[in-house]
């Protein structure tokens, strides 16, 4: 069974950073792309990135393209997503996921998610 734990959110200042983990099993690291969604308060989950199996193809939504960063550590088996200048339009609890089917901008199209992590920013 794959699981997912994320960690890292926080409370932070506009223009501030966050550095957020998603702790993975070494199979799913080997398997699945994974990927960064966000909910926001009374909205539906939406794409913020994705990364492609090997780790050599990044993929972001234009509102956080240039502002926020995904990678991944093979050997930690762990997924990150950094977040620089952030915005308090980024406030959102943050989802880690692995395993998507088909369009992967679409949160229907994954399989496996973590419990989130709130971040919030402040004004």
């Known amino acids: 069974q794959v699981q997912l734990v994320e960690s890292g959110g926080g409370l932070v200042q506009a223009g501030g950073s966050l550095r957020l983990s998603c702790a993975a099993s070494?199979?799913?690291?080997?398997?699945?792309?994974m990927g960064w969604f966000r909910q926001p308060p009374g909205k539906e989950r939406e794409f913020v990135a994705a990364i492609s199996t090997s780790g050599g193809s990044t993929y972001y939504a234009e509102s956080v393209e240039g502002r926020f960063t995904i990678s991944k550590n093979n050997a930690k088996s762990t997924l990150y997503l950094q977040m620089n200048s952030l915005k308090p339009g980024d406030t959102a609890v943050y989802f880690c996921?692995?395993?998507?089917?088909?369009?992967?901008?679409?949160?229907?199209?994954?399989?496996?998610w973590g419990q989130g992590t709130q971040v919030t920013v402040s004004s």
């Open positions: 070494r199979d799913t690291f080997s398997r699945y792309p």
């Open positions: 996921g692995a395993d998507p089917d088909g369009n992967y901008r679409d949160a229907l199209s994954w399989h496996t």
